[in-house]
């Protein structure tokens, strides 16, 4: 059994922190699954339905049972493919990118991070404005459950300003990760 695959056992029984884990392992390499229809759709919209409907999921005592290496991971990849085709085809945007300019990106599992890379994340999140830092708490807590609007609300921000304050978060934590020498490979725009 993977690391991610016992992450995702272990939130089937209730451990609400492995299922932050095994978000945290799977967000990149659906993303990059995605990739074909970055001109189609909302790819974070359907990373957050994705990971929705993935909690709901370990919250069905009778659900689906996954089953082989990485199941859960593979389970969300098509999961994920699935709603941005459906998207895609609701909008009447089904342009996807030909395979010859899709990149060459392996998907694999992302490592579970060092406890140095853990504190680099922890010193630049304290070094993040309020309203930025605020925001990106909050959808950590609510986004991937409920929603950017709820989200928002909770933090009384509109949702615009809400988003806002989310990319200049990451934008942040980029900035500082990178000045503390971390690699950062999928910049924030």
């Not at 990849?77 to 609701?90: H, K």
């Not at 990149?103 to 140095?116: F, K, Q, T």
């Not at 993040?128 to 609510?142: G, I, N, Q, T, Y």
Request: hydrophobic share 45%; with cysteine.
């Amino acid at each position: 059994m993977t690391e991610i695959d016992e992450r995702f056992a272990a939130a089937r029984r209730g451990d609400l922190a492995a299922f932050e884990e095994w978000m945290g392992c799977v967000e990149r390499p659906i993303r990059v699954s995605l990739q074909p229809y970055v001109r189609s759709v909302d790819v974070e919209g359907v990373v957050q339905e994705t990971l929705t409907r993935m909690w709901i999921l370990t919250r069905d005592p009778g659900g689906r049972v996954l089953t082989g290496e990485n199941a859960s991971l593979r389970f969300a990849i098509v999961l994920a493919r699935n709603l941005a085709r459906n998207e895609a085809r609701r909008n009447g945007r089904e342009d996807r990118l030909p395979p010859e300019d899709v990149p060459e990106v392996p998907v694999e599992p992302a490592a579970m991070p060092e406890p140095s890379l853990r504190k680099a994340i922890e010193d630049c999140l304290k070094g993040l404005a309020r309203r930025p830092l605020v925001a990106l708490l909050a959808r950590l807590a609510l986004g991937a459950l409920q929603g950017d609007r709820v989200a928002a609300e909770s933090v009384s921000m509109t949702l615009n300003t809400f988003l806002q304050n989310v990319v200049r978060a990451r934008q942040q934590l980029v900035h500082c990760l990178e000045g503390k020498g971390v690699p950062v490979t999928e910049l924030v725009r």
